[in-house]
């Protein structure tokens, strides 16, 4: 996991070397196959991939109370052992426009619970000249059911 300081320099250095930038974000609590596969789709996009983790209070704000079931700590430490990441950052803020201008990835990432129309931050990217993609397996899997399945299961 890095600062969004060291992360700059990393984006800076691999640029330099002719290297393209892809860019992933989500909660990633409790990774699942889906996870891996839009991560990979991801990595698939770009030389580099960079995957932004939303804090603990952030998924929260998304989820509701009694998420995240794992720390922010975890969830990126565990994203980042995946061979298909590069760079891991947490960040806090409601979206990841922010982090978008600031990085201005070659191409912003999206699973396919969305289309290159309906991604929020589509006009970010567009703005810096970056592109947006739809990338990994149709969404059939997602931790909310996996945790509704879970807890189904403690009570039989």
Do not use: W
Not at 49 to 58: E, Q, R, T
């Amino acid at each position: 996991m890095l600062t969004e300081t060291n992360l700059l320099a990393q984006i800076a250095a691999d640029r330099r070397d002719g290297m393209t930038v892809a860019f992933a974000n989500g909660c990633f609590d409790l990774l699942h196959v889906g996870h891996v596969r839009y991560l990979r789709g991801a990595r698939a996009e770009g030389d580099r991939l960079v995957v932004a983790v939303n804090s603990d209070s952030s998924v929260r704000r998304l989820k509701g109370e009694g998420r995240p079931i794992l720390s922010e700590r975890a969830r990126a430490e565990l994203v980042a052992a995946l061979a298909c990441v590069n760079y891991v950052v947490v960040f806090d803020d409601p979206t990841v426009d922010r982090l978008l201008t600031l990085l201005k990835p070659d191409v912003h990432c999206k699973g396919t619970d969305y289309t290159e129309d309906t991604v929020p931050e589509r006009e970010t990217v567009r703005a810096y000249g970056g592109r947006v993609t739809i990338v990994g397996d149709p969404k059939d899997h997602s931790t909310g059911a996996l945790l509704t399945r879970l807890a189904g299961s403690a009570t039989e």
